[in-house]
């Protein structure tokens, strides 16, 4: 039987949303093992000076719980 857990990780990136999530799952590789998913639950960005300053998600990374 696997058993999985879900984390919650807000991550950020002056480059697109992409470059965020992946930014969330490396940093989460550095402690977490067996990332299995990861389900982006929100896209945000901060605004300055009327342009988009960082992107911004909200993601949920599932990993095997051994």
Avoid: C, H, P
Avoid at 41 to 62: L, M, P, Y
């Amino acid at each position: 039987m696997t058993v999985l857990k879900v984390i919650e990780i807000l991550a950020e990136s002056e480059k697109s949303w992409e470059d965020a999530a992946r930014t969330a799952v490396e940093k989460a590789n550095d402690t977490v093992k067996n990332i299995r998913s990861v389900y982006v639950q929100d896209q945000t960005a901060t605004v300055s000076d009327g342009k988009i300053a960082k992107f911004r998600v909200n993601v949920k990374i599932t990993f095997e719980v051994k």
